[in-house]
């Protein structure tokens, strides 16, 4: 792939570094130990000595590790602590970092399902969790965990469209997780995340989207505006109806009210006219009395609209008549 790119990480030459330190190490030695050997033989005793000690004497870091071989074969894998080498028969192998590695790889172009051509960058956490395998497990391992990154983010877009690409963003990264563990494990490298950077689609599809996403957005709000006119309006309906219903009950209410207060009027203008004439019987009216009252009677009579007026030619009768029936209501 000539496109990837590792962010200035460079672990794919761990397997030289020491090769070349130590050729000039042993060039600067070989120079020290002629000049030495003409100046002095005893110093020159005394400095090989140290030189041999400080160049196979090594001290390991933390999160750290060397692979050493022994006459071209691997021996055994440093960790961190003071370590020596023996002389001509050791060398170190390589040095690697033990650490999380963020590998941030350019987009890399992929087919959807319905022949869509779009861009996908990843992200791929890493760490190398046997040296041994990661040093002899393959050539270039970082490249060739890149190769396999594109590959498979190939394979796994291809069998989805475009729209569950776009949407399928946790199902991809889990997928391609476990794809590159399994792949990688050969090699000594466990992957432990594998992140979806960035989808670009095409120009004219991402206008399309776009144009779908506002549609949509005016589609769901003209929804919303009418639900809210279809709420109000039948809240507006339930409050009229409300209302007609409490003006009917107070109507009603009130018509009860005024019926019960005229038949209770009517009750007490009837019991008060019983009073009356039960008190007129107490008081046992002569015959004065009720001819005064027929007179009257005949008064009230007059003042009314009628034209005509019928009197009666005895009226004495009457008061008699009248007085009769009070001594016979008497008994």
């Not at 030495?36 to 400095?47: A, E, G, M, R, Y």
């Not at 160049?55 to 999160?63: E, G, K, L, M």
Request: proline share 4%; with cysteine; hydrophobic share 45%.
């Amino acid at each position: 792939m000539n496109n990837l790119n590792i962010n200035k990480i460079h672990l794919d030459e761990p397997l030289n570094c020491y090769h070349n330190n130590s050729i000039v190490i042993k060039s600067v030695y070989l120079i020290a130990l002629i000049v030495t050997f003409i100046v002095s033989k005893p110093v020159f005793v005394i400095l090989l000595i140290l030189g041999l000690i400080l160049y196979h004497v090594r001290i390991v870091p933390q999160a750290r590790a060397c692979v050493i071989e022994r006459l071209g074969a691997y021996h055994k894998t440093w960790e961190t602590g003071l370590h020596v080498l023996l002389p001509i028969v050791d060398h170190i192998a390589a040095e690697m970092s033990l650490k999380e590695i963020v590998l941030d790889f350019e987009p890399q172009p992929v087919i959807t399902k319905d022949n869509v051509t779009m861009q996908i960058d990843t992200v791929v956490y890493c760490q190398i969790m046997n040296p041994k395998l990661y040093a002899y497990g393959v050539e270039r391992p970082i490249s060739a965990l890149g190769n396999i990154t594109a590959t498979t983010l190939r394979n796994l877009v291809g069998d989805l469209e475009l729209d569950e690409t776009l949407t399928s963003r946790d199902m991809i990264n889990d997928k391609m997780r476990v794809i590159l563990d399994e792949a990688t494990d050969p090699w000594g490298i466990k992957v432990n995340r594998v992140e979806i950077k960035n989808i670009l689609p095409p120009k004219d599809i991402q206008e399309s989207m776009e144009k779908q996403m506002r549609a949509e957005r005016e589609r769901r709000e003209k929804i919303l505006q009418a639900e809210g006119d279809k709420k109000s309006a039948v809240l507006i309906a339930e409050g009229e109806k409300e209302a007609m219903v409490l003006r009917a009950v107070a109507k009603k209410e009130a018509m009860i009210a005024e019926a019960e207060g005229v038949a209770e009027s009517l009750r007490l203008e009837a019991q008060a006219k019983a009073d009356a004439i039960r008190l007129i019987n107490d008081a046992n009216p002569s015959k004065q009395y009720l001819t005064l009252q027929s007179y009257e009677a005949l008064e009230k009579v007059a003042n009314g609209q009628a034209t005509k007026l019928i009197v009666p030619s005895d009226i004495q009768d009457v008061a008699g008549t009248l007085a009769a029936l009070s001594e016979t209501i008497k008994k």
